[in-house]
């Protein structure tokens, strides 16, 4: 069964860093795609970026480019965002997704979600 815990989120001010981490269970790194997404009330889902199985960047946001890293690490069945130089504007929910071999990196192609976990950056 496949699964996916966020954790990390949290509050911060602009400028400041929060890595958030994406535990997941039932497959490993080289068998799923993995996403990030965030999500603001009212708003759509917003895909960060994606990363195919072997680990390759295949979408990278503008908003968060040059700013958020994406790690992983198979032998914890974890995935890491690191956010550095938050802006009020990452206010957000932001989940991490999987999918075998997701034709794009938008919602409706990731049929595995976690719960989300909130970032908030105000001052």
């Known amino acids: 069964q496949v699964q996916l815990v966020e954790s990390g989120g949290g509050s911060v001010q602009p400028g400041g860093s929060l890595r958030l981490s994406c535990a997941f269970s039932?497959?490993?790194?080289?068998?799923?795609?993995i996403g990030w997404f965030r999500q603001v009330p009212g708003k759509a889902r917003e895909a960060l970026l994606c990363?195919?199985?072997?680990?390759?960047?295949?979408y990278f946001a503008d908003s968060v480019k040059g700013r958020f890293t994406i790690s992983g690490d198979n032998s914890k069945f974890t995935e890491y965002l690191q956010m550095n130089n938050l802006k009020p504007e990452d206010t957000a929910v932001y989940y991490c997704?999987?999918?075998?071999?997701?034709?794009?990196?938008?919602?409706?192609?990731?049929?595995?979600w976690g719960q989300g976990t909130q970032v908030t950056v105000s001052s």
């Open positions: 990363i195919t199985r072997g680990h390759r960047i295949k």
């Open positions: 997704a999987a999918a075998l071999e997701p034709t794009h990196c938008a919602q409706s192609y990731f049929n595995y």
């Open positions: 039932g497959f490993t790194l080289d068998s799923k795609d």
